[in-house]
């Protein structure tokens, strides 16, 4: 269930402002998680009742172009759909953030042309997700994720934050033969202060020449490569 909301702030919607809707929870446990508390303790949060939210949201909707849905992971929520529906009804565009482990939430939302704009996060190499949670990550999940939005008719971006330990080289070059021709990948620093782990609070970020270096090696596979925060 919901759990954070932030007035209005810039997002990656393309030139445009925004809302933004936290949901707690998660079906990853990321050792360099930047909203831990929404992960291991979504009960410590109060949800947030839907109707003030969504006046809220009507009072600005002259004024932002759109509402973000991030988390934690949204796609857990069995009501992600009717919350959906009623902000679309407000005339605003919806950003999804997922890691995309629930392709079959998101093929029942793309269907029901609820989702405006996709992002969706690709932590490591395949082979390396099972560091990144406490049982079993289910891999054939992501993969249809991938197909469903290489193939969906919404602005789409991946992005990977470029955690070092956990994406080099070599991870970069697995996440590019799986996203082959996408629109557009995302590369962002990491900022350890969050991290869910503590010891990952200690891993010092890339410089911005590694960026370069990995940005080099993504654009092998994905035309439009940005870098944020390095």
Known sequence: MIKGFQ????????GRVASLLFWGGCNLTCPFC??????LE?????DLDREPRLADLAGRAPFIDGVGISGGEPTLD???????????ALGLAVKLDTNGLRPDVLARLLEQKLVDCLAIDLKTAPGRYGELHRSPVPLGALATTIKLALAAPVAVE???????????????????????GASRWALQQYHPAPALDPAWRERTPYPAAKFVELADIAREYVGDVIIRGA
């Open 158 to 180: 991946f992005r990977t934050t470029c955690v070092p330990g956990i994406v080099d080289a070599p991870e970069v070059h697995a996440l590019g033969q799986l996203i082959r």
């Open 78 to 88: 069995p009501t992600l759909a009717d919350w959906l529906t009623a902000v679309k």
């Open 34 to 39: 930047h909203n831990p508390a929404l992960v």
């Open 7 to 14: 007035g209005t702030s810039l997002l990656d919607f393309p």
């Open 42 to 46: 979504p009960g410590e949060f109060p």
